[in-house]
């Protein structure tokens, strides 16, 4: 089973900017899409962002497109979310997520397994 741990979030205001991590555990981590999701206080999870195995391919939501970007380093087993002008609604549990399919739709139910998240809060 593979283990996914977030690192990088934290306390920013609005406009800046902060760049999560997620490190697998196995060096099987280039054959997984990865991606990041997040839920805010009483909302549902909802997709952020994903990269196909090699990071040739990538797919945003719309709320993110041309603020965040996601990453990989393979040789490193880790994927990254470079997050920039912050805004006060970012502010949720961020998690990241592996799954083998080649090309998984935007939904947490195409993802099968899960870091344990990390938290960001933006201020205004």
């Known amino acids: 089973q593979v283990q996914l741990v977030e690192s990088g979030g934290g306390l920013v205001q609005a406009g800046g900017s902060l760049r999560l991590s997620c490190a697998a555990s196995?060096?099987?981590?280039?054959?997984?899409?990865m991606g990041w999701f997040r839920q805010a206080p009483g909302k549902e999870r909802e997709f952020v962002a994903q990269?196909?195995?090699?990071?040739?391919?990538?797919y945003y939501a719309d709320s993110v497109k041309g603020r965040f970007t996601i990453s990989r380093d393979n040789a490193k087993n880790t994927v990254y979310l470079q997050m920039n002008s912050l805004k006060p609604e970012d502010t949720a549990v961020y998690y990241c997520a592996g799954t083998l399919l080649l090309r998984p739709r935007p939904k947490s139910e195409e993802y099968d397994f899960w870091g344990q998240g990390t938290q960001v809060t933006v201020s205004s």
């Open positions: 990269i196909n195995w090699s990071g040739s391919s990538t």
């Open positions: 196995e060096r099987t981590f280039k054959d997984y899409a």
